[in-house]
């Protein structure tokens, strides 16, 4: 078959996708840009490497990738610590390599020995630390980009005055664009706009409001006129030549910086969780249910990531957000990827003075919606719920990225809050289950089988995340039409990672393969039902 006939072949489709993608992606690259203190221009870069490199290599058909905001807080520390943006690029340099190197090692599982509550932890932190860099830029202040908590009152802790300050420093215009984002957003989600306007995303449409507003305002010669320094500053070539003198080059000086190197390494360790996990969520939002090989999709984001940092962008993962508008449009292929990555490059070159109509308070009100999205109050109540195996990595993964990255509690580990974090939770994951195994050790029986035979899985009685890796191994390798028996009537815990497996492997997995399923044994605090689905021989 002819490869550009079949990379084509769903153009129909793929067309208006990587449109509609395009739309989610622009007002973003720029807000995480913002989000990570550093040029637009950077932001709409990686939006473009991710759409058009990272989707001619990646065999993802339906993952979109770009700048990701679980990586903005890392980029601004990163940037605060090494103090340059050309040195920067080295590790973004060296994450790629990194990650080519793990692609090649096939270590695509690795994120299958992380705890779901460590890497929730993650996302939930990096949504506070959203929230609190954006305030500034929503009230109109942002004149303090180092990142602390005083960035919630940028003018200092030392009394309750210097605290109520930014009450007199609120640009009214700037906080009114906000608000009217906000509310924009938050309307839009709606069931009676959602399914009405349906591939329009309200991001966008919060942008071109704030940007008419403002035009108005500022036509009329209106004191609520937002003025240039709180607007995308983005700048405009006259020729080819200057366009292309726009992008930044890094300093090579930089893979001689102790700082840059350790950067390089914890940008490609979590920009590679990130990618992972958004892999394995499109994975499953596929309709075609089409498996994405990870170690091909760490390559591909390794030579993404080093073109990124040739040429001036930000790191960049697999999204979930632009993934998922993806799916949702109907995309069939990765071509709408690369659709929407020669999108940006056009509006970049074409409309680079639109661009810079757009207020940042605007984009701040993105964030700010994307940051409650992940640190919303739900997802503390629901790993309360869950109970302690469940909440202690959690809470302990919150509290250390906060402490290292806002707070500044040990200045050493400043801008590495996400990796110290990471590894704190895993620790506190390992030290919880060493604790509930102190009188019970793990065991794994799997009768040999063939083709047709029956399978019987008897779990031990304490079940953790370390079991996840091996557990999933041996349900992906279960031969078809056979008949498969999972038994947990001796457990008495059963990590919720290994649960989610075991209901994944229930509801897609077993029926693609015309396994015969048995689950016996579960108990009702595993929120499982014990489950029989075998046909009668006769």
């Not at 071109?208 to 937002?226: D, F, K, M, P, Q």
Request: with cysteine; proline share 4%.
């Amino acid at each position: 078959m002819n490869p550009k006939k079949n990379l084509f072949a769903n153009l129909k489709s793929d067309l208006p996708s990587g449109l509609v993608v395009f739309l989610v992606a622009l007002p973003l690259c720029l807000g995480i840009a913002l989000a990570s203190g550093a040029p637009f221009f950077s932001g709409i870069i990686s939006g473009i490497v991710g759409g058009i490199v990272i989707g001619a290599l990646s065999n993802s058909p339906l993952s979109v990738s770009g700048p990701a905001a679980g990586l903005a807080a890392l980029v601004m520390g990163a940037l605060v610590s090494i103090g340059d943006y050309s040195l920067f690029l080295c590790a973004v340099l060296i994450a790629g390599i990194l990650q080519i190197l793990l692609g090649l090692a096939k270590l695509g599982g690795i994120a299958n020995y992380i705890p779901s509550s460590v890497i929730k932890g993650m996302l939930t932190s990096i949504g506070i630390l959203i929230i609190a860099k954006q305030i500034p830029h929503a009230f109109g202040y942002d004149k303090d980009e180092k990142g602390n908590i005083t960035e919630l009152f940028p003018y200092g802790q030392e009394d309750m005055h210097e605290l109520l300050q930014p009450l007199q420093h609120i640009e009214v215009g700037v906080f009114l664009i906000c608000l009217l984002s906000i509310i924009i957003m938050v309307l839009w989600e709606k069931p009676f706009i959602k399914k009405r306007i349906k591939f329009v995303p309200g991001a966008l449409v919060a942008v071109i409001v704030s940007v008419i507003i403002n035009e108005i305002w500022i036509r009329t010669g209106s004191v609520l006129a937002v003025q240039n320094e709180h607007l995308v500053q983005i700048r405009v070539a006259k020729s080819a030549g200057e366009f292309f003198s726009f992008f930044t080059l890094p300093d090579f000086n930089g893979f001689l910086n102790s700082s840059v190197i350790v950067y390089g390494v914890i940008i490609a360790l979590i920009a590679s969780l990130e990618t992972l996990l958004s892999i394995e969520a499109i994975d499953n939002l596929d309709p075609q249910r089409r498996v994405t090989n990870t170690n091909r999709e760490l390559f591909a984001q390794g030579v993404g990531n080093t073109v990124a940092g040739l040429v001036g962008g930000l790191p960049v993962t697999s999204v979930i957000v632009r993934s998922s508008a993806n799916v949702n449009s109907g995309a069939q292929s990765k071509l709408s990827t690369i659709i929407h990555g020669t999108l940006l490059l056009v509006s970049i070159i074409l409309i680079p003075v639109l661009l810079n109509m757009i207020p940042l308070s605007s984009l701040a009100a993105i964030l700010l919606i994307t940051g409650y999205k992940l640190a919303k109050p739900s997802v503390f109540k629901n790993f309360w719920s869950a109970g302690k195996y469940q909440f202690v990595p959690f809470i302990v993964t919150v509290v250390v990225i906060i402490a290292v990255d806002l707070f500044k509690a040990i200045p050493v580990l400043s801008g590495k809050g996400l990796l110290v974090g990471v590894l704190s939770g895993i620790v506190a994951a390992i030290g919880a289950i060493l604790y509930g195994n102190l009188k019970n050790s793990y065991f794994f029986h799997k009768e040999k089988h063939h083709e047709g035979d029956t399978i019987r899985m008897r779990l031990a009685e304490e079940v953790s995340f370390l079991n996840k890796a091996a557990i999933r191994q041996t349900l992906d390798h279960m031969p078809e039409n056979s008949t498969v028996v999972i038994d947990a009537s001796g457990t008495s815990y059963i990590d919720f990672d290994v649960l989610e497996l075991i209901k994944e492997f229930r509801d897609i997995k077993a029926p693609l393969k015309d396994i015969q399923l048995q689950l016996v044994g579960f108990k009702e605090a595993y929120k499982m039902e014990n489950y029989s689905h075998v046909q009668s021989v006769h």
